[in-house]
């Protein structure tokens, strides 16, 4: 039987108790003003949340991928936006330059980034270009020791923050020999010249999440700010993408847990007809399903997490990390979509009111199934996976 070390356990623990007195007594407010914590990020910094899967010499704990996988769904168990600050802070900021990024470009982001006095972005979609990333229109040009970076990004989380310190984007800068766009990944700092910060969207959910769009107006930042190899941009972000799905599947699992505690708890106590209305079927069955759901997505969630630990010690295939990836993301992410419905239809008319969480998960479960690869995207990776026709 797969269960956790007593490492993994204490450390969840340690999250849980954060989570509870920093995050919990707060959140419904800054949820309503859509504020977000800026402060709260030095203190996740200083429980060690950001440099979890970062090595020692930049000031992280170079523990396992498991260990973050915990730390995102026992955040998003309190609070889906605070789970994702961490998630796309480690995968999406700091994951790239840990991987792709010269001894210069890790020195220079990773200790503050790591610390949580700052925050990174990622910037792949672009208005007109969603699933299909390839279809990237913003273009960066060679001049002498520059690059000159022209277009525009949307949904960037953790891009327009006090403390963001840069931004990785994908930009065209050049075509191949069959005439496909060649794709590279250039690291452009907060302050830059050129560097718009659109104004936040006003979202269905994630409303304590920094999201912005950007645009980049003759942005210029020296040939040094290329990360990783000019034209393996798309590829450097494709893999970016596979880790960070299994962090989403544990950000839904942290969704979907919360619902089964605020169901369960409700159903115990709420009377209707003289009883509480745990005791009818109607009730009991549907808490009993999310409770399955729940068990089904950690489990799919953890196997992904350890196949990816498993990969990094030379045990595993990408192949595999990327199919069980896939297949926890999609099934999680509509899960915990499911697992807040039933939710909010078990607490009747007070789950459709503010003052109950089960409503801002309600509204936060939704970019689940959509943002790091739609449930479509997982589908097709999945039927890839099994060898099926492209």
């Known amino acids: 039987m797969f269960e956790l070390s007593k490492e993994h356990e204490d450390f969840r623990a340690v999250v849980r108790e954060f989570a509870e007195a920093e995050v919990a007594p707060h959140i419904a407010e800054w949820d309503r ?82 610390a949580g006095r700052a925050l990174a972005g990622f910037g792949l979609t672009e208005p007109e270009a969603g699933s299909d990333a390839g279809a990237t229109r913003t273009r960066a040009v060679r001049e002498g020791e520059q690059w000159v970076v022209n277009g525009a990004k949307a949904f960037i989380t953790n891009s327009g923050t006090d403390i ?75 893999k970016t993408l596979d880790d960070g799905r299994i962090a989403i599947s544990a950000l839904a ?33 549907q808490i009993a399903d999310l409770a399955v759901m729940v068990e089904a997505a950690r489990m799919l969630t953890y196997k992904a997490a350890w196949l990816k630990d498993e990969l990094h010690l030379g045990r595993r295939s ?33 789950g459709f009111m503010e003052e109950y969480p089960v409503a801002r998960f309600f509204r936060d479960a939704k970019i689940l199934e959509i943002g790091e690869g739609t449930s479509e995207v997982q589908r097709m990776l999945i039927a890839r996976g099994l060898g099926l026709p492209a």
């Not at 996988?69 to 994702?84: F, H, K, N, T």
């Open 33 to 114: 003003d859509a504020h977000f914590p800026t402060d709260l990020v030095p203190k996740m910094g200083a429980l060690g949340l950001f440099g979890l899967v970062v090595p020692e010499e930049y000031g992280g704990a170079d523990a396992d991928f498991m260990s973050l996988v915990v730390a995102i769904e026992e955040l998003g168990r309190v609070d889906q936006s605070i789970g994702i600050t961490l998630s796309a802070g480690v995968g999406l900021g700091i994951n790239p330059i840990l991987t792709y990024g010269t001894a210069e470009q890790k020195q220079r982001f990773l200790p503050d980034l790591v």
């Open 164 to 238: 963001t310190s840069v931004v990785t984007v994908t930009a065209r800068t050049g075509s191949r020999q069959d005439g496909t766009p060649q794709i590279s990944a250039i690291m452009i700092p907060s302050g830059t010249p050129g560097l718009v910060v659109e104004p936040p969207y006003r979202k269905l959910g994630w409303h304590v999440s920094d999201t912005h769009g950007l645009t980049f107006e003759d942005c210029r930042v020296p040939a040094d700010h290329l990360l990783g190899a000019e034209g393996e941009g798309f590829k450097q972000f494709l």
């Open 253 to 285: 699992v942290g969704c979907a847990q919360a619902c089964l505690e605020l169901s369960t708890d409700y159903a115990r106590t709420r009377v209707a007809f003289g009883r509480p209305i745990g005791a009818n079927q109607g009730i009991s069955f």
């Open 318 to 350: 990408v192949a595999q990390v990327k199919q069980a990836a896939a297949i926890a993301k999609l099934y999680s992410t509509e899960a915990a979509g499911a697992a807040t419905r039933i939710a909010t239809q078990v607490f009747g008319g007070n």
